[in-house]
């Protein structure tokens, strides 16, 4: 019998594997504490539903430090888990990958810039830990630099077709 994890594991499966849409026109920027931080943050969340049209457990939320405003965080939310994750990030910041990502293929020990923490990536980490955490990263291609190039890549990474006008999402213009 498979525990709740593994019930909750699989049916994150599922909701990726199948086919979605996002929901409304493109969202719009608000205050956040999605960080936890003292500094003022900004979110932006746009409901995803499933190939019938019904929203369900899923959306993407656009999270944003303002003091490192270039740098958006794109989680991709399940159920109130963030369960893959697309961070834009300055070229020279570089983070390790955990020690246990060294087994998996094609996972570098250490990401510079731009990556994405993806669900295969993490997918058994997540099944064989309490704590939900998404810690394993590659690095994502070198072209998307920017919010309006990552949301269309990364809606079509999880089966997410997108409306034309669902496309040039951005950073917000005015902070506040």
């Known amino acids: 019998m498979a525990s709740e994890r593994e019930k909750e594991v699989f049916e994150i499966d599922r909701f990726l594997a199948e086919p979605k849409t996002l929901i409304g026109p493109l969202p719009r920027w608000g205050k956040s504490k999605f960080f936890g931080k003292t500094e003022p943050e ?10 019938l049209g019904i929203v369900g457990r899923g959306q993407l939320r656009f999270a944003l430090r303002l003091e490192r405003r270039q740098c958006p965080s794109v989680p991709v939310i399940y159920g109130g888990k963030s369960v893959l994750r697309l961070d834009l990030e300055e070229p020279h910041v570089c983070e390790p990958n955990p020690h246990w990502a060294q087994y998996l293929i094609d996972i ?17 980490f997540i099944l064989d830990q309490e704590v939900w955490e998404i810690p394993c990263r590659l690095p994502l291609n070198s072209r998307i630099k920017k919010l309006d190039q990552a949301v269309p890549w990364l809606a079509s990474q999880i089966n ?17």
Do not use: Y
């Not at 990401?111 to 997918?123: D, K, L, M, Q």
């Not at 997410?160 to 506040?176: A, K, N, V, Y």
């Open 160 to 176: 997410i077709s997108l409306e034309p006008d669902q496309h040039g999402f951005s950073l917000p213009g005015s902070l506040f």
């Open 42 to 51: 900004m979110e932006a969340k746009w409901p995803i539903a499933d190939s």
């Open 108 to 124: 570098p020990a250490q990401v510079c810039g731009s990556h994405i923490h993806t669900w295969a990536g993490n997918r058994q």
